[in-house]
């Protein structure tokens, strides 16, 4: 997992809160306006979708169909699930983000590079591979959309977990990564390191582990899915490190660069006066300031005594 030396970290200033804020903002709407116009035609999502399903079963891996009727024929297990889906996604990660920005500030930058680099890569999947989930199946491959199931408990609607009226800004072909189980994972890798109590550490580890069973539950991923999002981040967890020496680099380089000199002043400043007046004067023989003596030789008969008078 990705890790920077605490002396690298410690000579860098701390990261502005408002900084980071826009750039998580302005990263985050790219991924979603990117997610959107990911939109591949449903009939190839359709056949990726079951090409996953196949493959699962190929290899005993269909844990969705027992974990859907689950949660389909018990609303207390149903219910709490779509509420986790459509929620948690959106608040723990921001608040563990947050947490790690006040709470372990030698270890932020390199927290939330990992993150961004496993979301943009989550975004090339979602582009080069449309994947219809389960839930949007016809009904003859047994599986149903809790979501639309218990929609009148929640502000979802029947279309993926966007509040209702606003399913069409969303991208409900976007399944392979599961970046809920990606998200999920960074999540409690954060906890896991960073926190004091054994408590919170182990719910760290149990976070994925209950999102995967969700997002399986829900009808909304495949186990493949969640696989694919946890190799995302592991990816992204490679390229951290790497990305934030060049980072450092193009930062040095640009502190190199000279600097501009100041233009000269147009306006010649006159000569500051000397303090002394009388500096660089000097009297020619025979002149005299007023009331200065003079002095005469020796033999001047003012120098003789006043009894020889």
């Known amino acids: 997992m990705p890790h920077s030396s605490s002396a690298t970290e410690g000579s860098r200033p701390r990261p502005q809160w408002w900084a980071e804020l826009t750039l998580i903002v302005l990263v985050y709407a790219a991924y979603s306006g990117g997610r959107l116009l990911a ?28 974990l859907n009727r689950l949660f389909t024929s018990t609303p207390a297990l149903g219910i709490p699930a ?22 372990r500030p030698a ?11 496993a979301t943009l890569l989550g975004l090339i999947g979602f582009t080069l591979l449309p994947t219809c989930p389960p839930r949007l199946l016809a009904p003859a491959h047994g599986f149903v959309d ?54 919170v550490r182990w719910l760290g580890l149990a976070y994925p582990l209950v999102i995967t069973v969700v ?9 493949l899915d969640a ?25 040095d380089a640009a502190a190199r660069l000279p600097m501009p000199s100041p ?9 500051r006066p000397s303090p002394i007046v009388s500096s660089g004067c000097e009297t020619s023989a025979g002149e005299r300031f007023p009331g200065q003596r003079t002095r005469t030789s020796t033999s001047s008969a003012d120098d003789a005594p ?4």
């Not at 509420?83 to 709470?103: G, I």
């Not at 270890?107 to 680099?117: D, N, Q, S």
């Not at 997002?215 to 186990?223: E, I, L, S």
Request: with cysteine.
């Open 107 to 117: 270890g932020y930058r390199a927290a939330r590079t990992w993150l961004m680099l």
């Open 215 to 223: 997002v399986m539950g829900t009808a909304n991923h495949y186990f």
């Open 39 to 66: 939109r591949g035609d449903v009939p190839a999502a359709v056949d990726h979708g079951l090409a996953i399903l196949r493959i699962e079963k190929a290899l005993f891996l269909n844990a969705e169909h027992p």
């Open 146 to 199: 809790t979501m639309a199931q218990y929609s009148s408990y929640g502000w979802w609607g029947a279309e993926a977990s966007a509040p209702r009226g606003l399913g069409g800004m969303t991208n409900q072909y976007a399944a392979m990564p599961s970046l809920h189980v990606g998200w999920a994972l960074w999540c409690g890798v954060m906890l896991w390191r960073h926190a004091r109590t054994p408590l």
């Open 306 to 309: 006043a009894t020889a008078r």
């Open 227 to 251: 696989v694919a999002g946890a190799a995302v981040m592991a990816a992204g967890a490679l390229m951290t490190r790497p990305a934030l020496r060049a980072a450092d680099r193009m930062r």
């Open 263 to 271: 233009e000269p002043s147009r306006t010649t400043p006159f000569p």
């Open 82 to 103: 779509d509420f986790a889906y459509a929620s948690l996604h959106y608040v723990v990660t921001p608040a563990v983000l947050v947490w790690v920005f006040r709470r």
